[in-house]
């Protein structure tokens, strides 16, 4: 399994500021998934991140709004821009783990905007 | 339409028994993975359990297994003898291999409470 690592773990903001959310893992993995969990729902993709590439954001997801990097194999983040007291979610990143099904997720930044 | 459906929104159950966390699933791709997480209420995300729509046997890890019926398009959770750490909420995913992008597809969850 792949230890995954986020930072901050918990953060307060104020509407309009913008806030970036670091993954870290402890192997190389191809693919990082960027997921919001709002308050008492379900998981949403945001994107999908692979090295060297742009990363591919689902619908209602733009790269402007949540730019994303990912400039190792190792290593993303996830930047919430001009952020709105909607953006308030626990945002988690995943790995797919190396020859396996499952996917591995780190343990959450939770973000309340003000 | 909703790909994977989980109809229990809250359960009780008393500690020690045996709970089934009910999830069903809608899919043409003939190869797929259903998937079970424990997300308890510090947020992470915990795997539980996986089994491929080609697995002959249901999928067994220590008090978890997958009822899994293919025909019926069912994949539930057994937990047995239930313990006060099982409260948490679960969510059943499903990913289908044509997806190659392997998004997994999630459910609503269910809140699982177990009584002392």
């Known amino acids: 399994s792949a230890v995954i690592s986020q930072k901050p773990s918990r953060d307060i903001c104020q509407r309009g500021t913008s806030l970036t959310i670091q993954c870290q893992v402890d192997?190389?993995?191809?693919?990082m998934f960027w997921y919001r969990q709002q308050p008492g729902q379900s998981l949403t993709l945001i994107a999908t991140?692979?090295?060297?590439?742009?990363?591919?954001?689902e619908s209602g997801f733009v790269i402007d709004k949540f730019p994303i990097s990912r400039p190792n194999l190792t290593f993303s983040t996830l930047t919430v821009s001009n952020m709105s007291p909607e953006d308030s979610s626990i945002y988690l990143c995943?790995?797919?783990?190396?020859?396996?099904?499952?996917?591995?997720f780190g343990p959450g930044t939770r973000l309340t905007v003000t | 339409a909703q790909k994977i459906t989980q109809t229990q929104p809250g359960m009780f159950v008393q500690e020690k028994e045996a709970v089934t966390l009910d999830c069903t699933y809608d899919t043409s791709d003939p190869s797929y993975g259903l998937f079970w997480y424990k997300q308890p209420s510090s947020g992470e995300m915990i795997f539980l359990i996986y089994?491929?729509?080609?697995d002959q046997q249901n999928a067994t890890e220590g008090r978890y297994s997958l009822n899994f019926q293919k025909a019926r398009k069912s994949a539930n959770l057994v937990i047995s003898a239930s313990q006060l750490g099982d409260s948490a909420m679960y969510f059943c995913a499903m990913r289908e291999t044509l997806n190659s992008n392997y998004q997994l597809i999630w459910g609503a969850g269910t809140k699982l409470i177990i009584k002392p």
């Open positions: 995943s790995v797919e783990g190396l020859g396996s099904y499952e996917q591995y």
């Open positions: 089994q491929g729509s080609y």
């Open positions: 991140a692979n090295q060297g590439s742009e990363a591919t954001y």
């Open positions: 192997s190389q993995v191809t693919m």
